[in-house]
T-cell receptor
Framework: NAGVTQTPKFQVLKTGQSMTLQCAQDMNHEYMSWYRQDPGMGLRLIHY???????DQGEVPNGYNVSRSTTEDFPLRLLSAAPSQTSVYFC????????????FGPGTRLTVL | GDSVTQMEGPVTLSEEAFLTINCTYT??????LFWYVQYPGEGLQLLLK?????DKGSNKGFEATYRKETTSFHLEKGSVQVSDSAVYFC??????????FGTGTRLTIIP
């Protein structure tokens, strides 16, 4: 199993550009989440999904869209990037069998100029 | 709302020293508690967890005990190694998608 994979690893955008951060998992997990990590602030939940076709907002959803058309994939879209979205983004997943443990991807470091 | 407060870093220790990283939580109810570790350039990995009061989580020589009376979940290790250098995050969760994280503590172990 590859676990949770994320692409790209690094990305630089200009203000106003759009892009999609990709996340995939091969563990057949129902639950998937996106977090952002900023210095001195820990990780904050952006959006999450409890299954294909179902998404919901987390703590800091503004400026981001998500969709969940398959169990495996959970892309995060930035429609019009802003410097405040410079951060490291982590995707996570967990199965229904273990309500506690989340598995994290390696992260995408995004810089918005 | 729920929150997690952990010891600010960075923390620098010599190899074989004793480690404590403090973590306290505030929550309405009794969440599950976790320590995650992030090695350089990698994502977070679950280090240990405890799901109810007085539970002790342990892994790789690290331990933490869920203390309801002090709302704490301090991370300890008796003898640290250079390979333990990483960022450690305390987190709480009520069994839903929202993990509430502390700000992280960067630990550096020098030989």
């Amino acid at each position: 199993n590859a676990g949770v994979t994320q692409t790209p690893k690094f990305q630089v955008l200009k203000t106003g550009q759009s892009m999609t951060l990709q996340c995939a998992q091969d563990m057949n997990h129902e639950y998937m989440s996106w977090y952002r990590q900023d210095p001195g602030m820990g990780l904050r939940l952006i959006h999450y999904s409890v299954g294909a076709g179902i998404t919901d907002q987390g703590e800091v959803p503004n400026g981001y869209n998500v969709s969940r058309s398959t169990t495996e994939d959970f892309p995060l879209r930035l429609l019009s990037a802003a410097p405040s979205q410079t951060s490291v983004y982590f995707c996570a997943s967990r199965g229904t069998g273990d309500v506690n443990e989340q598995f994290f991807g390696p992260g995408t470091r995004l810089t918005v100029l | 709302g729920d929150s997690v407060t952990q010891m600010e870093g960075p923390v620098t220790l010599s190899e074989e020293a004793f480690l404590t990283i403090n973590c306290t939580y505030t929550a309405t109810g009794y969440p599950s508690l976790f320590w995650y570790v992030q090695y350089p350039g990698e994502g977070l990995q679950l280090l240990l967890k405890a799901t109810k009061a007085d539970d002790k989580g342990s892994n790789k020589g690290f331990e933490a005990t869920y203390r309801k009376e002090t709302t704490s979940f301090h991370l300890e290790k008796g003898s640290v190694q250079v390979s333990d250098s990483a960022v450690y995050f305390c987190a709480s969760n009520f069994g839903n998608e929202k993990l509430t994280f502390g700000t992280g503590t960067r630990l550096t172990i020098i030989p």
